[in-house]
């Protein structure tokens, strides 16, 4: 089945500057990358997402990049600020006989010191 | 719109008892998922229905746990006998065809 490696366990950065979270899978037929994002108490909320036929996506201070060749996507979040301390987790989702289901990485816990 | 509902939101339990966690999906979505949340294990998916159909239940830890999905509005999953080691948070999340999913707040189940 489908295995996802996220890096950094923790990433601790000053208000202003980029964070960068990176992802690798293992399924090749895996074409739906999200990307959530979990504050204290709640459930994950999808901050965005990537398809296979996508290299970027930006959406204001938050962008993705995938690069399917070498099975890895990425979260840059610029101009961070503190409200964006949370805990960023990165999926995948594959086809066929596992459609549906999504694999997620371990987490980041983000923190953003003003 | 509501999203999805959860409840109850915190759940204290004797070892040994039954506890039943209730999931109301987002209106229209035909895929509903559970997962488990720990420190030691992250996120786990445990089960996921389509159209009201179990379609993947490996994640099952063991036979203590059962999900059911009576209609396409309501979800359940139980647990019987609960174990410490089943304390976590538990959330629900539904879709609506394809792989957008969307999470309810939890459960934080604590067994003594």
């Known amino acids: 089945g489908e295995n996802v490696e996220q890096h950094p366990s923790t990433l601790s950065v000053q208000e202003g500057d980029s964070a960068v979270i990176k992802c690798t899978y293992s399924?090749?037929?895996?074409?739906?990358f999200p990307w959530y994002k979990q504050e204290l108490g709640k459930g994950p909320q999808l901050i965005i997402d990537?398809?296979?036929?996508?290299g970027e996506k930006k959406d204001q201070r938050i962008a993705v990049t995938l690069n399917k060749t070498a099975k890895h996507f990425s979260l840059h979040i610029t101009e961070t600020q503190p409200e964006d301390s949370a805990v960023y987790f990165c999926a995948a989702h594959a086809g066929g006989t596992s459609y549906g289901k999504l694999t997620f990485g371990q987490g980041t816990i983000l923190t953003v010191h003003p | 719109d509501a999203g999805v509902i959860q409840s109850p939101r915190h759940e204290v339990t004797e070892m040994g008892q039954e506890v039943t966690l209730r999931c109301k999906p987002i209106s229209g979505h035909d895929y509903l998922f559970w997962y488990r949340q720990t420190m030691m294990r992250g996120l786990e998916l445990l089960i996921y229905f389509n159209n009201n159909v179990p379609i993947d239940d490996s994640g099952m830890p063991e036979d203590r746990f059962s999900a059911k999905m009576p209609n396409a509005s309501f979800s359940t999953l139980k647990i019987q006998p609960s174990e410490p080691r089943d304390s976590a948070v538990y959330f629900c999340?539904?879709?609506?065809?394809?792989?957008?999913?969307?999470f309810g707040p939890g459960t934080r189940l604590t067994v003594l």
């Open positions: 999340a539904s879709s609506l065809v394809s792989d957008t999913q969307y």
């Open positions: 990537i398809r296979s036929n996508v």
């Open positions: 399924d090749s037929a895996s074409n739906y």
